[in-house]
Nanobody, 119 residues
Framework: QVQAGQSGGGLVQAGGSLRPSCSAS????????IGWLRQAPGKEREFVAGIRWSSGTTNYAGSVEGRFTISRDNAKNTVYLQMNSLKPEDTAVYYC????????????WGQGTQVTVSS
């Protein structure tokens, strides 16, 4: 069973940057993915970015591609979400999540971190 803890987030002006992180512990497999989901007020939770733990292969939602970068530090068992050129529409609670297999569904660990982008 894999557990995780989040940190980061906060308040930033439009055009600014933030880098939340997610530290995982426990056994993983070659088909283990870590990703980020977000949920804005009044909206459904949506996928933001994901990374395959074993290979480092990444994928992004179209709305953040080119602005956000997901990366991992194997030695620290930590995944980072570098968020640049933030927009007010990026304001949401961000959740670290995991899935098993490329076709799996992301499940968050229940923690979340608030990201607020002011205009």
């Amino acid at each position: 069973q894999v557990q995780a803890g989040q940190s980061g987030g906060g308040l930033v002006q439009a055009g600014g940057s933030l880098r939340p992180s997610c530290s995982a512990s426990g056994r993983t497999s070659s088909s283990f993915y870590i990703g980020w989901l977000r949920q804005a007020p009044g909206k459904e939770r949506e996928f933001v970015a994901g990374i395959r733990w074993s290979s480092g292969t990444t994928n992004y939602a179209g709305s953040v591609e080119g602005r956000f970068t997901i990366s991992r530090d194997n030695a620290k068992n930590t995944v980072y979400l570098q968020m640049n050129s933030l927009k007010p529409e990026d304001t949401a609670v961000y959740y670290c999540a995991y899935k098993i297999g490329a076709l799996g569904r992301y499940t968050d660990w229940g923690q979340g971190t608030q990201v607020t982008v002011s205009s």
